[in-house]
């Protein structure tokens, strides 16, 4: 089984809907992040999360919010879709005690597609 | 101003051939990480290797190397032996303030495709 996972993988909505991703890992990571791609460009921070307690913004939070319900899930909301938000959004984890690398460990992605 | 900068957006290379990935960076931090992923065509980020600030020796893991110029702010990724199997788009990022406080989370260049040709 997969260490991080994404629910949906892919989904299509219209504008002005409000929508949910949601990330889980089973890898016992305090640390849990949101990062979209637009086609062409690399990743860029939505939002993170140090424990449950504690969420920042990251560089391009606007239009988006978060829920850490459990160390182990991470969800990412938007409240009302607009089109420029159809890109393909990756869920992310990890533990400084783990290694001393900072590694970041990514889900598989959600495509989602804003009419 | 960019904090990593990516200078080749795409790249044709003939397979078994080695391939140097460019990767420039812009930090004041004195603690720092840089890593690089492959993104293959189904879309998933695959870790390949990580380089620390402070770290004396240019990191390697198997086929892969990190060319690492501190002064230069550069962190190339060189791939030896090249293989059908490596056609992806790879990215450099960067983690700032490795050694505590700060924002957290990785800031990507814009990737390079590559494709290895038979």
């Known amino acids: 089984d997969a260490d991080v996972t994404q629910t949906p993988r892919n989904r299509i909505t219209k504008t002005g809907k409000r929508i949910m991703l949601e990330c889980s890992q089973t890898k016992g990571h305090d640390r849990m992040y949101w990062y979209r791609q637009d086609p062409g460009l690399g990743l860029r921070l939505i939002y993170y999360?140090?424990?449950?307690?504690?969420?920042n913004k990251g560089e391009i939070s606007d239009g988006y919010s978060v829920s850490r319900q459990a160390q182990a899930k991470f969800s990412l909301s938007l409240e009302s879709a607009i089109p420029n938000q159809t890109a393909l959004y990756f869920c992310?984890?990890?533990?400084?005690?783990?290694?001393?690398?900072?590694?970041?460990?990514f889900g598989p992605g959600t495509r989602l597609t804003v009419t | 101003a960019q904090k990593i900068t990516q200078t080749q957006p795409g790249m044709f290379v003939q397979e078994k051939e080695a391939v140097t990935l460019d990767c420039t960076y812009d930090t004041s931090d004195p603690s720092y990480g840089l890593f690089w992923y492959k993104q293959p065509s189904s879309g998933e980020m695959i870790f390949l290797i990580y380089?620390?600030?402070?770290?004396?020796q240019n990191a390697t893991e198997g086929r892969y190397s990190l060319n690492f110029q501190k002064a230069r702010k550069s962190a190339n990724l060189v791939i030896s032996a090249s293989q059908l199997g490596d056609s992806a788009m790879y990215f450099c990022a960067m983690r700032e303030g490795m050694r505590g406080g700060g924002a957290d989370g990785l800031t990507f260049g814009k990737g390079t495709h590559l494709i290895i040709q038979p």
């Open positions: 992310a984890t990890s533990d400084p005690g783990d290694s001393h690398s900072y590694e970041q460990y």
């Open positions: 999360s140090f424990d449950v307690k504690d969420i």
């Open positions: 380089q620390g600030s402070y770290d004396q």
